[in-house]
């Protein structure tokens, strides 16, 4: 999962959560599963294609997810890093 941010001229902040649907990782359920159970639903889904890979794209507004950040970041950092934690 990567996320990303996108500053908006009206000075907000939307972030994507991206999966990748063709090579998932062995966390994302577990991203997904933090979301459902903190009921986090994005304010819109959308597929994208980057080469050759599709993603499931989550977009939420930074106000919404901002109190979550930290835990999600943790989750995507372990991927990352290869833990468990």
């Known amino acids: 999962m990567r996320i990303s941010r996108q500053h908006t001229r009206i000075g907000m902040t939307r972030l994507s959560l991206s999966f990748n649907e063709d090579y998932p990782h062995r966390n994302d359920e577990r991203v997904q599963q933090y979301l459902s159970q903190n009921k986090l639903e994005p304010k819109r889904v959308s ?3 980057i080469g ?7 977009h939420f507004g930074q106000c919404y997810l901002d109190s979550h950040l930290d835990r999600v970041s943790e989750l995507a950092e372990a991927q990352s890093e290869g833990n468990d934690d």
């Open 47 to 49: 597929q994208v294609q």
């Open 52 to 58: 050759s890979e599709r993603f499931k794209v989550l």
